[in-house]
């Protein structure tokens, strides 16, 4: 495909050479008609000087008197590149231009020696044209006394001038057309600068040399590209880093139980009866449970931050993602003794964001509720809104949250000391995260005389 520089200098050398072409045309136009009124002017003007010259020597001429003929100066023979049209003598348009003076009862008084024997025109004051011999002419006819003066030129006198102006127009034009390629050319180039040096910063970039470009004092239409080009920059280093910390967390977290499941393992082959080797496989499959679980978080979080860039957001009723999961987690909740309640009230909970994410922040909520609630306990899920909020509350009957540790729980793979519940410390910071792109505010409150309460406000979607 040809450059960008070399279509803009096409379209618009074309663009200028229609144009003038276009200017030629209505310069030889306007020429033309501007001849046509200089020489019909003269025409008329020669008639008079005609009248005012003869008519009183031809009154006395008598019938039988031959015609005066005003003999016509001949141009001497131009050789070589002599082009001359006047000279001290006369002019050789002379012989293009001729007159005629007639009586009332039709004799020829007078005429040029480049005039016919008969009428140029009729009888008819004015403008006409005529054909001549083999010429076409243009008359002008003028009735003064009782004489009929009658004063022409040809026609392709006219039309060479005509075509002289045209050409004396067009040329300069010619001329300067290769110069304006050329500045427009070097115009392009110069405007194509700030690309040109986009291109090279590119080049010479790295793979993972994803830094801005910079954007001062570029064009408009430039900037638009280069603000588009930094921000899928921004997007892939957010990608890379996600990658990269999700592959340094899983090491991190996959070390301890997957070397741990290699021992028991280990253990169960080098078992010396059934029983040790059914201990060693329990131990086992715990432990693949347990790196199943991180795996299972790992990729949750790794979701998070993906939807976070690409994910869709609308508008939708927090009352039914609530009231399904609910019931999705009843099973788990009879299982371990506790009873779940929601207490959701009759006023819509409309939210925007992404019913996904939403969903996995409230179950990892819930589950962790759950985890923690002793048996024949209650978890209690509320909601409602408070001017322009909404809020969520998840209550539990556990041993609550020291103050200290309110804000390190959100931290990844946190886990307080002492901990018995199977866990990584995944889950309260892909809820934290998953708030943070909702604009949402998270408070943890500990119960009398036991238990935490959970708070989530978010702004409601408007009606």
């Not at 082009?83 to 007078?110: C, P, V």
């Not at 004489?147 to 006198?157: E, G, I, L």
């Not at 018995?420 to 408070?443: D, Q």
Request: net charge negative; with cysteine.
């Amino acid at each position: 495909m040809a450059s960008l520089r070399k279509q803009l200098v096409l379209h618009i050398g074309g663009v200028l050479a229609g144009t003038l072409a276009l200017s030629s045309l209505a310069g030889y136009w306007m020429g033309e008609h501007e001849v046509e009124e200089v020489f019909d002017a003269e025409l008329a003007t020669h008639a008079r000087v005609l009248h005012s010259l003869l008519d009183r020597a031809l009154t006395t001429q008598g019938s039988a008197t031959p015609p005066l003929v005003l003999e016509t100066w001949q141009a001497p023979p131009q050789e070589g590149g002599d082009d001359r049209q006047a000279f001290a003598e006369g002019h050789k348009y002379e012989k293009k231009l001729a007159f005629q003076i007639w009586s009332e009862d039709g004799r020829l008084l007078a005429r040029s020696g480049a005039a016919p024997d008969s009428p140029l025109a009729g009888r008819e004051s004015g403008y006409s044209n005529q054909h001549a011999g083999r010429h076409d002419w243009r008359v002008f006819t003028l009735k003064a006394g009782n004489h009929w003066y009658q004063v022409a030129d040809r026609d392709d006198v006219r039309r060479e001038l005509a075509r002289e102006i045209g050409l004396q127009a067009l040329l300069p034009l010619l001329l300067v057309f290769p110069l304006l390629l050329w500045l427009v050319s070097a115009a392009i180039r110069r405007c194509q600068r700030p690309l040109q040096a986009i291109a090279d910063d590119l080049g010479r970039r790295g793979a993972g040399q994803l830094a801005s470009l910079p954007s001062q004092g570029l064009p408009d239409e430039l900037a638009v590209i280069v603000q588009a080009l930094n921000g899928l920059f921004g997007r892939l280093e957010h990608a890379f880093e996600r990658e990269q910390r999700f592959a340094a967390d899983a090491a991190h977290e996959l070390r301890t139980p997957l070397a741990a499941l290699s021992i028991h393992v280990q253990n169960a082959e080098r078992a010396k009866n059934a029983e040790e080797r059914q201990e060693s496989l329990s131990k086992a499959h715990q432990g693949l449970h347990r790196a199943q679980h991180v795996v299972e978080q790992l990729l949750a979080l790794s979701r998070v931050e993906s939807t976070a860039r690409d994910g869709e957001w609308e508008t939708h009723e927090l009352r039914d993602s609530l009231t399904e999961l609910a019931h999705e987690l009843a099973a788990t909740a009879a299982q371990r003794g506790i009873g779940l309640r929601l207490a959701l009230g009759d006023a819509p909970l409309p939210v925007r964001g992404n019913s996904l994410l939403l969903r996995l922040m409230l179950r990892n909520i819930l589950d962790n509720a759950l985890r923690y609630s002793p048996e024949g306990s209650e978890v209690r899920l509320s909601a409602g809104l408070e001017g322009k909020e909404l809020w969520l509350a998840i209550e539990d009957q556990g041993p609550g949250l020291p103050d200290e540790l309110r804000e390190r729980v959100f931290e990844r793979f946190f886990r307080a000391a002492g901990q018995k519940t199977e866990g990584v410390g995944l889950g309260l910071s892909i809820v934290k995260l998953i708030a943070e792109l909702h604009g949402a505010r998270l408070v943890l409150q500990n119960r009398e005389p036991g238990g935490l309460r959970f708070e989530i406000w978010m702004p409601a979607a408007p009606e």
